[in-house]
């Protein structure tokens, strides 16, 4: 099975001596563009994470501040040149080669230092690492099903990547290293979107917006049951999207058009409806992305509203952030809202091209949410 697309820097400079001749003269144009263009070894890492100097923070005073703008990842380019690691030499000889940036992000995960990025532009899983600057672009080999509209992340316990694809009506399934291992639910889902996993016991839970259900697979992708049915009463659906599930098992759906998050026990009842639709704050016009800290706090994205409106464990609305822009603590369709195992909360952009992590500095922080549950996409 091919491995998927690598783009690092190299690790090797020079070459080997060779006699005088058309080698020798290539070599010595290469050195002298590697001098002139500033590229080679000591090109710094891909990932270019932009902060501000400027402390952004929510809401605004004088109430006491609860989110923090931590940055935003913009492309794996080198930020001096545009260019990725080394690719300045080989641009001048045979043409310039565009670097690896996002078009259509729309989920976000991550695995410690590697930040994962569902882009449904060019269709495939960016895999940027903040520690060292390596970037890969994983899609399936050549032979398997291709990615055609990649939506929703998320990873299970033994570090499988699953990857919700609408166009496909599967999860495209890889193991840690990226190696593609197969699908998941092939002739049993229709459009799947959202798509996360309950840690304590393995379950893969995905919203199908085009058969208006919640599929439950087992860890090994057999079906174990559905819930759901399309209309507007509790524990129906009307084009649900994104998940998530919280530290106890609870289940969260954006049912996106009936304008809602619903809830749901450990055991898939129906628990309660957070929202309706409206144009104030507690109210939705387009939920999507969601996630839970260990607090208990959802974060819900609302990709009409071009913000991030947080609620506490009992559906009441604590506060919202951002707005439509392309600044920093801007958004313009945001979509998949994850929070890390530090509790950073990261949101993918789409429109914007870029993912933007935030951090949780409120007044009741204390030991909570300086944890995700990491199921949120």
Partial sequence: MSNPTRNTPSSRCGGNSEPVGRSTVVVGVLVALVALLGAGCSSPPAVRFESTRDELRWPAPPDPARIQYAGSLVSAADPRTGLAPGDGVFDALLGKKESAGMVNPMAVCTDGPRLMVADSGIPGVHVFNTKNGHYEFWTPP????QFSAPISLARTPDGRLLVSDSAEGCLFVFDAAGKYLGTIGDGLLQRPVGVCVDARNGRILVADAGAHLVFVFAPDGEEITRIGGRGIAPGQFNYPTYTAVDAQGRLYVADSLNFRVQVFTENLEYLMSIGSKGDMPGYFAQPKGLAVDDAGRLYVADANFEAIQIFDPEGRLLM?????????GEFWLP????????????????YNRRVQKFEYIGPDNGDAGKTGTGAGS
């Fill in 320 to 328: 919202a952030f951002g707005r439509e822009g392309r600044a920093p």
């Fill in 142 to 145: 050549a032979k398997a099903a």
């Fill in 335 to 350: 979509t998949g809202v994850y929070i890390d195992e530090k509790g950073s909360i990261w949101i993918a952009d789409s």
